[in-house]
């Protein structure tokens, strides 16, 4: 009886001893959801992910992305994104129908439980480039003419990371801010266009990201 106790003992105090440390964190039970079992493991340090917005319009004009993601502290985190769209409709001249652009977007995010987990706000900057023909975009481009240019900015968004299992998650995204825009605008090819600049307030992020989750 007496060695029973003891043993009880000792393990009572391993188990306290563990949770003072933190060490609880690294175990999960068989019955807990994808969330509540990421919850109970140490915060990813490193993720990838693409926007499957970007991908879901039809062909030709998907836009490619990719992006980087890893934690500065347990609820910081530094997000690098890239688009490129170089496509234009086999059927369409150079300047008749285009949506050629690409865009790189640095993001910092604060989560308010933990890195990867839940919801998060970030700050992000825009900078990239355009050749748009053919597409009206409301507060942007009218249909009937050439956009070329450039474009830089910023903005706030919301984010919400729902895991889908151990290692993979939906982060759904929505983001409003300004751009700066310089560019040209014409009807048809020219050698020396006019140059526009405007200012742009409206939605600068929407996104569903695929996350791939590495440890």
């Not at 688009?83 to 234009?88: L, M, R, S, T």
Request: hydrophobic share 40%; charged share 15%; aromatic share 18%.
């Amino acid at each position: 009886m007496t060695k029973k106790l003891i043993i009880l003992f000792v393990a009572m105090g391993v188990t306290y001893f563990g949770h003072a440390q933190g060490y609880g964190r690294g175990f999960a039970s068989l019955t807990d959801t994808p969330a509540a079992a990421f919850s109970a493991q140490t915060p990813p340090v490193f993720a990838i992910r693409t926007n499957l917005v970007y991908w879901a319009t039809m062909v030709p004009q998907v836009t490619p992305n990719f992006g980087i993601e890893f934690g500065l502290s347990p609820k910081l985190t530094f997000n690098l994104t890239g688009a490129y769209n170089p496509f234009n409709p086999e059927w369409s001249t150079v300047d008749t129908k285009k949506l050629a652009h690409w865009d790189v977007v640095p993001e910092i995010k604060y989560w308010f439980c933990e890195r990867f987990n839940g919801s998060a706000i970030g700050i992000h900057g825009i900078y990239g480039g355009y050749n748009v023909a053919g597409y009206g975009i409301p507060l942007l481009f009218e249909e009937g003419y050439r956009y070329e240019g450039s474009a830089f900015g910023a903005g706030i968004s919301y984010n919400y990371h729902w895991m889908l299992g151990k290692r993979f998650g939906l982060e759904f995204t929505l983001g409003g801010g300004f751009l700066y825009m310089k560019y040209e605008k014409s009807t048809a090819p020219c050698s020396d266009c006019e140059e526009f600049k405007k200012t742009y307030l409206g939605p600068t992020k929407i996104g569903i990201n695929l996350i791939y989750l590495i440890k």
